[in-house]
T-cell receptor, first 117, second 116 residues
Framework: ETGVTQTPRHLVMGMTNKKSLKCEQH?????MYWYKQSAKKPLELMFV???????ENNSVPSRFSPECPNSSHLFLHLHTLQPEDSALYLC????????????????FGPGTRLTVL | AQSVTQLGSHVSVSEGALVLLRCNYS??????LFWYVQYPNQGLQLLLK??????LVKGINGFEAEFKKSETSFHLTKPSAHMSDAAEYFC??????????????FGKGITLSVRP
């Protein structure tokens, strides 16, 4: 596997279900991101992890719970979602440099298309 | 704060015609600028980026973009469109602040259609 992979590619869930999205990066990066892409709206940054530590939570509802067990893996745990949470969820990774913490190019996975019924 | 404006949601060109996708940005610091492309059912792929130096940046698939500070613009062009260029294109700006976690801010994207 190369680049950034995401599983599953498609997910349909009811409002009471619990599911998880998985992201894995094979690029040796140390920063990972979750984005939400809804139709006709700009990409929304949800969470940022640098060196496995969460550094940003962009006012995301608690029904979305991220987990980053190591710098290569990122999960998004989903619980009691709403129909408006239906979207494409994109994972990305990048290399964050120690001095100054400048973030370089982000590399994206193919996304998980989530439908909440 | 930073922002990106991509006017319009859809551009249609004929195969072989010039492609011009507009992007204007707002940033309180010298920006890093990016263009990403998204093909159907795929994630975003980097086309090109501007950090410092030469203001005309060449990317993959024959695309290029020019950073114009005076106009706060970073328009994407390609001299001759190909059917395979049909996709959604996103402009993004990074604040790359030293000592802080810089992040990308994306425009809402623009869909490019190519007519035979």
């Amino acid at each position: 596997e190369t680049g950034v992979t995401q599983t599953p590619r498609h997910l349909v869930m009811g409002m009471t279900n619990k599911k998880s999205l998985k992201c894995e990066q094979h690029l040796g990066h140390n920063a990972m991101y979750w984005y939400k892409q809804s139709a006709k709206k700009p990409l929304e940054l949800m969470f940022v992890y640098n060196f496995k530590e969460q550094t940003e939570n962009n006012s995301v509802p608690s029904r979305f719970s991220p987990e980053c067990p190591n710098s290569s893996h990122l999960f998004l745990h989903l619980h009691t979602l709403q129909p408006e949470d239906s979207a494409l969820y994109l994972c990305a990774s990048s290399q964050v440099y120690g001095s100054g913490l400048r973030t370089d190019t982000q590399y994206f996975g193919p996304g998980t298309r989530l439908t909440v019924l | 704060a930073q922002s990106v404006t991509q006017l319009g949601s859809h551009v249609s060109v004929s195969e072989g015609a010039l492609v011009l996708l507009r992007c204007n940005y707002s940033s309180s610091v010298p920006p890093y600028l990016f263009w990403y492309v998204q093909y159907p059912n795929q994630g975003l792929q980097l086309l090109l980026k501007y950090t410092t130096g030469a203001t005309l940046v060449k990317g993959i698939n024959g695309f290029e973009a020019e950073f114009k500070k005076s106009e706060t613009s970073f328009h994407l062009t390609k001299p001759s469109a190909h059917m395979s260029d049909a996709a959604e294109y996103f402009c993004a700006v990074s604040d790359h602040r030293s000592g802080a976690n810089s992040k990308l801010t994306f425009g809402k994207g623009i869909t490019l259609s190519v007519r035979p």
